[in-house]
């Protein structure tokens, strides 16, 4: 009897070259390649852990331009040592799919085109490979597996936005909801608002994946024709689904955004212990690097007895279970973090 291939789980980081310029808004890491490239690798490590400390039966890998991971430092150096403890394949990937206007807020939104081309290649035609911003963790990897769509539909999480909604850091650009049903307009298409389509989670069979390149690929020279440049991949993937000539389901009900601590107005999610992942712009800083270095610092066995209780695992990542004390206790491991590294900071200005 024939069984299909495990899950193969991709995540992707870009590594900035020097001098290239980039903005990311919500990575709260001070602005050198360095420090933006060790703030998501901690965001890998604790999604690795959320995987493998839950014994989940997949295979993971980083695509990743990483050639020289002495760049990154000793802190990069260890994180990626993490990753690899943790059953993680380093999978080399260079960056072929860049904005085409050259902005460099979220410059490296594109890469995820790339993470599906080197991750596809030479798989099973029947194997599901799941794409996930590295600020995702795993709260019930059986029930995500699970909730796979058909092998012609792309999986994904559509964002309620309203239809002015632009991204932040960009402006009023153009680029909208709405401006982009324009663009389905102008193409021939018929939907006048099409959904958005966030980058958080991509997951189909290789082929379906490999397609949704190929269009993007299409969709990008054809804009190009007429001046037009859609810089993130949420904007292409959108104006894609839009157009009908990528199928999109919507898994909402397995992954969604969480925003975190007391200075959001996102409204609340509803039970999210009953999902499959969370998705944790807010926790950069915090709690998915707290998890990175209980992970670096050997404190496994502490991850691993929270991560196997929802309930625990909701109190970690600020996703259920806190209150004014849980906040007093972040916020003073915070304020010890600041202080370390504005230590570190004049010890190696000092040693210069």
Known sequence: MKTNPIPLVVLYLYVHEQGEAFDYPQ????????????????CAVAQAASLRLRQAECDIVLA??????????????????????????????????????GSATYVSSRYVLDAILTATEGQPDDRQIWLTDLDVVW????????????????????????PDWDVPGFGARG????????????????????EWIGGELL????????????????LDAELAARGVYLPTEEQILSLAGG?????????????RRIQTGPRHHAPPVENPLSLGLWHLPSEKG?????????????????????MLDPVQMGRRFKVAGTGPARQLKDDLWLARQRVTEQIRTRLAARSS
Request: proline share 5%.
């Open 243 to 255: 157009s009908g000539q990528v199928h999109f389901i919507d898994m909402s009900s397995t992954i």
């Open 139 to 162: 709260v019930d990897p059986q029930k995500a597996f699970a909730s796979a769509p058909p092998s012609d539909q792309v999986g994904c999480m559509v964002c309620r936005y309203s």
């Open 64 to 101: 990743t331009n990483i050639t020289d991971r002495r760049l990154l430092g000793p802190k990069g150096v260890a994180l990626l040592e993490t990753l690899e403890t943790l059953g993680t394949e380093i999978l080399p990937t260079t960056y072929r799919h860049r904005p085409g206007d």
């Open 175 to 194: 680029r909208t909801r709405r401006d982009i049903g324009r663009l389905v307009l102008e193409m021939g298409g018929t939907e006048a608002l099409p």
């Open 203 to 218: 997951t189909g069979t290789p082929q379906t994946l490999r397609d949704l390149v190929a269009t993007s690929e299409r």
């Open 286 to 306: 915090l709690s998915l690097r707290r998890t990175a270095q209980d992970m670096v610092r050997g404190r496994q066995e502490r991850v691993r007895v929270e």
């Open 27 to 42: 990575a709260r890491a001070r602005s050198s390649a360095e420090r933006i490239a060790c703030r998501y690798l901690e």
